[in-house]
């Protein structure tokens, strides 16, 4: 399924087909995380079905106290009434008892569903590639762990018991009064006439009005991360206001659609409760007059009467089940869509084994695109010696990040291959890819946490010392040491104890401390004030000598330390040389050289 194909279910309108694919993909999750727990489930269903007997056994120990035990008391034996009365104190007793162990085991299995499930959407999402990033907003994938997971613990954790009690309990409940006098079951039969109709009516119309309910929601998430995220967006622009307008707007469609759900419970219920009356009403006057004639007892009258009420109890807390699953349906279909998502860039069936990696990267007739009519390189070929450092220049949209994604197969080309010492990064093991090559963004994201454990992303088993001397190799030791806790300072999230400079110098002792065979440098030095680059140069000078690199930067006093400079311009290289040597001929890196030292000026 692809990336649209998920954002497509945001929306209501479906075809039967899409439906129906929808709904079997659910279904397929859903019997995944019952099936480790099945077991357990079908002892929980043991369990609620005899707890459900016992209670419904109230009403008919009831008759059979008046019908035999007072008569038999009248005649001085008290044995048959004080017999009932044990009974159902008994039935009373396990009824609780058992329903207590239900309730202690469905939450069990819930939760063991849930943690799967949440495990699965973390590894998921962590799975799949930078194009599904790229095209599904950080919002939607929060609302996928939060709100539609406590849609589903919701179900999982009260809705399922209501459905299974109450079914239960009506099912038990109709075939009691049905023993107990057939007519009054006649009666409870002719019920269910309006009651279905009645049931029909709400399922049809709720089930948009609950999926509407959910999009909206969603939408309410993704705008409120979205502007969280992008806050100094928001107040460089003083776009408070418009955000307000837009969140308002949200919030209003959310509380319409609410309000339309509350219109439905409005008639529903009211009307569980009529034909529930009119039940019992007929009941009590067919049985009324069945009495006086002596065809039925009392005691037969009382108990028909408490079924035919207790028959409709449970239908208003099905009801508040059909609510649930209906929140619980449309999350799993949305959480079902991203788990079917298939990564972009795959992991090799068959894998080959790059120990140790020289770092010789060969493009070999690439041909790049992100969409059918958009194709960012139209044919490639370029190949990078081991140990041999590159810049690439050029103009925005000229394909440099493009070629550096490819090189750390964050993509995978639409033709060609693209080759780390002879082997095609498609087939190479993932684990030696990732230690092969490191990929530094001007992104330069920090994890809460501290500064020590943000520089060991790069090699986790590194010892202090290890991570110390990566701090100084950049030259971030010094303001490391005078953070209020030195390396052991909490960043907090998204590095806010750091300034963007700093956080960008945390990222290259990262990057060093994991030691690759390839680097790449996506303008990541754009975060540096003039002495910080400074330091990184003499740190990039040393460290990258025994390393491929590749350098992407518009500030061009990067290039001074690289071995060659590519410029590219619309996905193809237009100038191959050494810098010395571009920069004393006449053609685009003198330009973009000449302008730089104009703008130094």
Known sequence: MSVTGVEGEERNNFTTAESKQIRARSLRLLGSLLRPVRWRVTAAMLVVVLSTAAQVAGPALIAYGIDRGLPALLAQDWFPLAATGGVYLLTGVIG??????????????????????????????????????????????????????????????????????????????????VTLDGISGLVLLGSLIPLFALTRWFQVRSQTLFRRSRTASASLIVKFVETMTGIRAVKAFRAEKRNEEVFGGLVEDYRKVNGRVIQLFGIFDPGLILIGNIAVAVVLLLGGFRVVDGQLAIGALLAALLYTRRFFDPMEEMAMFYNSYQSAAAALEKISGVLEEHPGVPDPV???????????????????????????????????????TIALVGSTGAGKSTLAKLMARFYDPTDGTVLLDGVDLRRLHPKDLRRAIVMVTQEAYLFSGS???????????ASPAEIVAAAKAVG????????????????????????????????????????????????????????????????????????????????????AIADRVLVMEHGIIVEDGAPDDLIDGTGRFAQLHAAWRESLV
Do not use: C
Request: charged letters at 20%.
């Open 350 to 388: 068959a894998p080959v084994d790059l120990w140790e990696a020289h770092g010789a990267v060969t493009f070999e007739g690439v041909r790049f695109e992100y969409q059918a009519d958009r194709v960012v390189l139209p044919a490639f070929d370029l190949r990078i010696p081991a140990g041999q």
């Open 96 to 177: 609780a008892i058992l329903i207590a162990w239900y309730t202690m085991m469905s939450a069990r299995i819930s939760q063991a569903v849930l943690i799967d499930l949440r495990k699965r959407v973390f590894l998921q999402t962590q799975r799949l590639s930078l194009e599904f990033h790229e095209s599904y907003t950080s919002g939607r994938i929060i609302s996928r762990q939060t709100s539609d997971l406590d849609a589903i613990r919701e179900l999982l954790d009260s809705g399922i018991n209501q459905l299974v009690q109450g079914l239960l309990y009506m099912t038990f409940t109709a075939i009691a009064l």
């Open 476 to 559: 971030a030791h010094e303001f490391i040491e005078n953070l209020p806790g030195g390396y052991d300072t909490d960043v907090n999230k998204r590095g806010g104890r750091v300034s963007a400079g700093q956080r960008q110098l945390i990222s290259f002792a990262r990057a060093f401390l994991a030691d690759p065979a390839v680097l790449i440098l996506d303008e990541a030095t754009s975060s540096l004030d003039i002495p910080s680059e400074r330091l990184v140069q003499q740190a990039l000078q040393t460290l990258l000598a025994d390393r491929t690199a590749v350098i992407i930067a518009h500030r061009l006093s990067t290039v």
């Open 451 to 461: 500064v020590a454990d943000n520089i060991a992303i790069g090699k986790p088993d």
